[in-house]
């Protein structure tokens, strides 16, 4: 097998896993909110079902998924998709994605149930976690807007912006702290990440066109 054909047959499978990432994230996520004792997605962020004794699950989704990215900006990447901005764009939210795993937010707002119903201590952790998050939300905003702009004036360059322009906003009304910003923020998260995960797949094969 040569060393281009060795390349070929792995690109599929590199993108496949990137592709994985999103359906795993946000099926989890919505698991989790409704069946975790205490969660109320308009008052806790996605984030905080990294805590208390089932947290494992939220970790490994955001490790897991972190990786699942990363190979789907590999895929990109070895295809010659996206051009130079996609991968680089989706590492960075796959990197994010990992590092959040790893570095759990704060508890607060009577979750975990026990913890006091006020906002939480940032911790050197939470402060990891939030600044890792934060790199990986900018990324699916800048992905969105930057890639739709290969596809001129159609209509799915148009849902491009919309998706990064509602995960603005969603992550502004977020930091805020005004009321139901955690579920705007997981709407934008999943209205941009869906448009990034089938606009990888339209790369893919403009690419081999």
Do not use: N
């Amino acid at each position: 097998m040569t060393t281009l054909e060795a390349r070929t047959r792995r690109r599929p499978a590199l993108l496949t896993a990137g592709l994985a990432a999103a359906p795993i994230w946000i099926l989890l996520a919505v698991v989790q909110a409704a069946t975790r004792t205490g969660f109320d997605l308009t008052r806790h962020p996605v984030s905080m079902l990294s805590l208390g004794e089932l947290g494992w699950i939220q970790i490994s989704s955001f490790v897991v998924t972190g990786v699942l990215t990363l190979c789907g900006a590999a895929g990109l990447y070895a295809t010659g998709a996206g051009g130079v901005w996609g991968p680089r764009l989706l590492g960075v939210q796959g990197a994010g994605l990992v590092v959040a795993g790893l570095f759990p937010a704060d508890p607060g707002f009577a979750f975990p149930p026990g913890t006091p119903d006020l906002p939480g201590t940032m911790s050197a952790a939470g402060a990891v976690h939030l600044a890792a998050a934060s790199a990986s939300f900018l990324a699916m905003i800048a992905f969105c807007f930057v890639l739709s702009r290969r596809f001129g004036g159609s209509s799915w360059a148009v849902a491009g912006r919309a998706g990064g322009a509602l995960l603005a906003a969603g992550l502004c009304w977020a930091m805020s702290g005004a009321a139901g910003g955690p579920l705007a923020m997981f709407a934008g998260v999943v209205a941009a990440w869906a448009w990034i995960t089938v606009t990888m797949t339209k790369l893919e094969r403009a690419a081999q066109a």
